[in-house]
């Protein structure tokens, strides 16, 4: 059975919360564009039909047909998704993932933080989208240094909590390197 209201409600209030997370962290431009792809026919209709209340319909509508449209239209227009920075390597001739820009990174630990919020209610703690990300395997289909600066925020929100984890991504320029980038800036 469809949950068109249902759905609109959930996907809105985690919507919300991410641009409320995104002017914390210093791209809060960025976050009013968050997700608006969710009110498309093409994500809002299935989003309704496999509504679940407790995770994503995208996995509900996996179960049902072995795939999920709706998140394949999802991660091919939302540049905070690690799914979306996947390229042809011209050495390899395979595709492999790219290096997310810093501003796209903070929006996705944005993103974790707000959908870890929704799905868990009460129950929230800081230190679940850090689990969901240990127990996933993002890490292994992401850029490493992505992975790794994703991983040390969420530990940051773990340890010492929002404000301390906000405060800190609002202080990284949304252009600074990171990773192996930012240890060649430091040897120039």
């Known amino acids: 059975m469809a949950h068109p209201f249902l759905h609109f409600r959930t996907i809105t209030r985690h919507r919300h919360r991410v641009i409320a997370h995104c002017f914390r962290a210093g791209i809060g431009l960025q976050g009013l564009f968050h997700d608006l ?62 290096k997310m820009p810093i501003r796209f990174v903070k929006e ?33 289909k992401m850029d490493a240094d992505t992975a790794d600066l994703l991983e040390e925020w969420l530990a940051l929100l773990a340890k010492e909590g929002e404000r301390a984890a906000f405060a800190h991504l609002k202080s990284i320029p949304n252009n600074a390197p990171y990773g192996r980038d930012a240890e060649a800036e430091k040897h120039k």
């Open 108 to 140: 996705m630990f944005c993103d974790r933080v707000a959908a870890s919020k929704i799905y868990k209610g009460r129950e929230y703690t800081d230190a679940m989208p850090l689990e969901y990300f240990s127990r996933g395997n993002a890490r292994k």
């Open 37 to 98: 792809s969710k009110y498309s026919p093409a994500e809002f209709i299935p989003g309704a039909r496999y509504y679940l209340g407790t995770r994503s319909p995208n996995e509900g509508e996996r179960e049902a047909l072995g795939y999920s449209l709706a998140w394949m239209h999802h991660k091919g227009r939302n540049r905070h998704h690690f799914e979306y920075w996947n390229d042809l390597n011209p050495k390899t001739k395979m595709y492999e993932p790219v």
